[in-house]
Structure formats: C-alpha cells, structure tokens
C-alpha cells in the first residue's frame, strides 16, 4: 500500500504489529526521560498498545529491556536555543524517536515483530 505523505512522496505504511512494536519501543524510552511529562505520556502510551496488542506481552517486554540496555549507551540528542546559544539542552523527545534505529533495540524490534505477527494476522481490526 504506497499513499502520498505531507510531503508530497511516496509514504509506507506500517503494519499494525510493526506500528505497536516501534511505538511500545518509543514509549518506553519516554519513560525513562527525567521530565515527568514525558513519564506520563510514555506510561500511557504504553500501556495503551499494551490494552489493544495481540500475542504474548513477553515479548513487548524483550524491546523494552533492549531499550532499557541501549539508553545510556548513546549520548542524549541536543540543541541551542535562540534565546541562549551558548547552552545546549538535552531533546529527548527526537533522542527517543530515533532509538528504534539503533542495531540493538531494532534486532528487538523485529525479533519481536516476527513474534507477534501470527497473532496479529489472527486478529481483524
């Protein structure tokens, strides 16, 4: 299924077991940030993809301990602000975006995803 993005090119959409592994991924990163906002909304999002998920937890659990293992092994992303550029500060928001990238939390993702899938398929949304 190929449909146009914002942007005008060609976009791909994800299958529902990949969208709910990578966002479980994404979630959990957000969990682990210091600003409690970012803890309240990784929380919900978990446990939202939790809620409508298919096949065993386990291994939504698997991408979590990988994540879990990978956030302090990269450096946090950062950026100047205008009204201060001589002072970086911490984006963890892009940071947690972009940790489905990294080799060790993405050989989770898609042992994970390749977990899941038959359960996912078994299941009409």
């Not at 299958?15 to 957000?30: H, I, M």
């Not at 001589?86 to 898609?110: F, S, T």
Request: net charge neutral; hydrophobic share 40%; aromatic share 6%.
């Amino acid at each position: 299924m190929v449909w146009l993005g914002l942007s005008g090119h060609p976009a791909y959409a994800r299958s529902n077991v990949q969208r709910d592994v990578e966002g479980y991924a994404v979630a959990t990163c957000l969990l682990k940030q210091q600003e409690p906002f970012l803890k309240d909304q990784g929380a919900l999002w978990a446990d939202g993809i939790v809620q409508r998920s298919h096949g065993d937890i386990e291994d939504f659990r698997s991408v979590a301990d990988a994540v879990d293992a990978d956030i302090g092994q990269k450096p946090m992303a950062m950026a100047r602000r205008e009204s201060d550029p001589m002072h970086a500060a911490p984006i963890p928001v892009p940071y947690c975006a972009e940790i489905i990238d990294d080799p060790p939390v993405r050989a989770a993702i898609d042992k994970a995803i390749k977990k899941l899938t038959p359960a996912y398929r078994r299941v009409k949304k």
